[in-house]
């Protein structure tokens, strides 16, 4: 049965902050995954959704295209991640605060040294809280696949932060 326009719409808005995260860890710059976000939202809105297909995996799908087709069509791509602000709820000490953001931009840019097939595995799982089998689905790669690339990004990161994995 299809779908109408307010259950759409509802479903979008529930997805909506998933997707957004998910954009982030993919395009590492805000504007630019509102802008894949708003797009992938466009898209929902102008061709539909299959039946019987979850609206956030979907939704994870066409920004995840998007993303490649950008990429695509760039010939140099930027790195551009804006700082982001460590908050705490009480005081910190000022020693603590600079191993932190050591460790941040540390992460960061170990990150965005993953290659994309790793980035988008630990995007989906450990972000965007997909389970393997969504991964799969999404990313269309076995099961194994995701868990391999998942389990060398994690290894990864801990060679290139410090931390054991």
């Known amino acids: 049965m299809a779908r109408n326009r ?10 909506a902050p998933h997707a957004r995260r ?3 860890s993919l395009c590492r710059n805000a504007a630019e995954a509102d ?3 708003q797009s992938a939202i466009e898209r929902v809105l102008s061709r539909g959704v299959p039946d019987g297909t979850d609206m956030k995996r979907w939704m994870f799908k066409i920004c995840r295209n998007l993303w490649i087709d950008g990429l695509r069509a760039k010939s140099v791509r930027t790195d551009a991640a804006p ?8 005081p910190v ?7 932190d953001r050591i460790m941040l931009q540390r992460t960061e840019a170990a990150i965005d040294a993953l290659p994309p097939a790793y980035r988008e595995v630990l995007a989906l799982v450990a972000v965007g809280g997909s389970s393997y089998k969504e991964a799969s689905e999404t990313l269309e790669v076995p099961v194994g696949t995701v868990m391999s690339r998942l389990a060398r990004a994690r290894a990864m990161l801990a060679d290139a932060t410090g931390y054991a994995a």
């Open 6 to 15: 307010d259950e759409i719409s509802l479903a979008i808005i529930a997805a």
């Open 22 to 24: 998910f954009a982030y």
């Open 35 to 37: 802008d894949l976000v």
């Open 83 to 90: 700082e982001i602000g460590l908050a705490a709820p009480e």
């Open 93 to 99: 000490s000022a020693e603590t605060e600079a191993a």
